[in-house]
């Protein structure tokens, strides 16, 4: 036991330094929660630009948003950093207060006048996930004005239109709305980027762990945060190691290597249900699957092709083989447990359909096209799969695999042609992907909000106007109707291949309990486990 313990000790001694660990154990330290996953898809640790699974975890676990939710009933709200607040008369501004006598990691007082800057250098900055802040009326030019600290630990936040309260405060659920400690981050500021390039690789939050270090595509170590006013995490460090071989994942968490491995393959899966040092933990997410079908090239334009491309999926192959346990068919942009999801799956694999529709559309010979795929065991096999069922209908698909980094950065171009990927939910409310599925509002290339729409150059005006109606109806059953109807006219028309909904398996040795897997990514929290 001693001689293990120390061997894993010189492991993960090796890591905290930047040495590759060369010796094998058979159990992880008691105080170290020792995680395989493939991080690859990391480009910031900055939460005003965090807009991917594996950061907005780590955020999630390492930062304070001003509000929180159940993540096992997402309707009962709570302040994290916020303490309580008020709604005024006219349905336009929240005053908040916050939380008193609580500090940041670095042992800086946390302030109204903190979350104030934090929210307006998110605006400021103006990354992919400002929006998420912006959508409620906030631009760079104003957001100083109408985001103001009234007292040491108020603040007003003053929205443009009387926007649903349920609304508003899920937007502030996001990593967007972390709280960051401005005076650390200002220490580093250069040229009036309010510590951009110094956040990108560092880290100024209140969490219940700091990030002590990131090494692209090898690891990173979190520690527990000697100044969190929250219960204390009994593990003192978590390392995410990036392991994107699936086979590697589940044979170090068989010998003890790793507590947890976060890649399974359904084959996996089926594999270790029969162990009995493994515990499998679940839990169904609001992420999709889908295609994005770039409107620039000349083929996917068509209507009749975008129709053709839903009937050349093999859905059920993909959700009951290839994804076994790991997802379920679903079409719409809406996950099931929204409000107003729509649960119908209209289409199926249809090859005389799909040949129909290309011939109408006057492609009755195919075509060739690439999509950019990342090269993840699943990703890989569910992108082949779709290049086996499209060439029975004469598309000659041509995959373009790389990691995360490399086809995200490609598609935010909006250099593809397709692009095969995952979204999570940014927040609770159903205009979280209203507004990236069915909102455009700027189709130009120098946009300034840049959802999925426009990512797939999908010029919507109408839809676009819809979705801004469905964020001021205060009715439930009729904002239900407004965003079933959307879902509706995106199915028909769409440039997106929804095809499936994930469930989130991971698997754990025995002796680690207090695995919370929510619904969004930053929901996922380690911070009371135990071992």
Known sequence: ???????????????????????????????????????????????????????????????????????????????????????????????????????????????????????????????????????????????????????????????????????????????????????????????????????????????????????????????????????????????????????????????????????????DIAALKSDENIELESGIKGTLYYLGLNQKNEYLSKPKVREAMKYLLDYDTIANTIMSGKVKVHQAFLPEGFLGAYNENPYNLNIDKAKELLSEAGLSDGFKVTMDTRNTPEITAMAQAMQQTMSKAGIDLELIPGDGKQTLTKYRARNHDIYIGRWGPDFQDPHTNASTFAFNPDNSDDATSKPLAWRNAWDIPELTKATDAAMLERDAKKRADMYVDEQKKVLDNGPFVIYAQEIEVLGARKDVKGIVIGPSFNDNNFAHVTK
């Not at 109408?146 to 936040?157: A, C, P, R, V, W």
């Open 1 to 267: 036991m001693f001689h293990s313990r120390f061997l894993a000790s010189v492991a993960v001694s090796s890591l905290l330094l930047g040495a590759a660990p060369t010796l094998t154990y058979a159990e992880t330290p008691p105080d170290t929660l020792i995680q395989a996953w493939s991080i690859d898809d990391i480009i910031t640790l900055d939460p005003a630009e965090i807009f991917e699974f594996t950061a907005s975890e780590i955020a999630g676990n390492t930062y304070e948003t001003l509000i929180g939710y159940n993540p096992k009933d997402v309707s009962d709200i709570y302040g994290r950093a916020a303490d309580s607040w008020t709604v005024s008369d006219d349905g336009k501004t929240i005053h908040f207060k916050m939380k008193e006598g609580r500090k940041f990691a670095s042992g800086n007082p946390i302030t109204a006048a903190d979350a104030v800057f934090s929210l307006v250098r998110a605006v400021k900055l103006d990354k992919s996930p400002a929006f998420i802040i912006g959508q409620l009326g906030f631009t760079p030019d104003n957001v100083e004005q109408n985001i103001k600290q009234t007292g040491e630990y108020t603040f007003d936040f003053t929205m443009d239109k009387p926007y649903a309260t349920t609304l508003a405060l899920y937007c502030l659920t996001a990593t967007v709305a972390s709280v960051v400690d401005e005076k650390l981050v200002m220490e580093h500021a250069k040229d009036g980027d309010y510590g951009y390039d110094w956040l990108k690789t560092h880290y100024a939050g209140s969490g219940p762990f700091t990030i002590k270090d990131w090494r692209p595509n090898e690891a990173v170590i979190l520690e527990r945060d000697e100044n969190y006013s929250g219960d204390a995490p009994a593990m003192k460090r978590v390392i995410y190691r990036h392991i994107p071989e699936t086979s590697t994942q589940r044979l170090l968490l068989e010998k003890g290597d790793i507590d947890i491995a976060r890649n399974l393959t359904a084959d």
